[in-house]
């Protein structure tokens, strides 16, 4: 199980997030778990499709704005 973390900046702050690497019958996901700007525990997971790494649905909304940084985490770290 391959397990990293990546600062990523979420609007005005920079926050940790620890990304999973969990492989079952569907495949590869990663499993991700930080905190939220009120310090909050959040986790959400991202799986492949076609060729790029999206949020399940039903992430929260934040999330969504910085899929793609959360994604070039992934490619930049994950070898496959």
């Given at each position: 199980?391959?397990?990293?973390?990546?600062?990523?900046v979420v609007?005005?702050?920079t926050?940790?997030?620890?990304?999973?690497q969990m492989r079952n019958v569907n495949g590869v996901k990663?499993?991700?778990?930080?905190?939220?700007a009120n310090k909050k525990a959040v986790?959400?997971?991202?799986?492949?499709?076609?060729?790029d790494w999206k949020l399940l649905p039903?992430?929260?909304r934040w999330l969504y704005d910085i899929e793609t940084?959360?994604?070039?985490?992934?490619?930049?770290t994950h070898q496959p």
């Open positions: 199980m391959e397990t990293f973390n990546k600062e990523i609007g005005k702050e926050r940790v997030f620890e990304f999973t990663f499993f991700v778990t930080s905190k939220d986790s959400f997971s991202l799986t492949k499709k076609d060729r039903g992430s929260l940084k959360l994604a070039d985490a992934i490619e930049s």
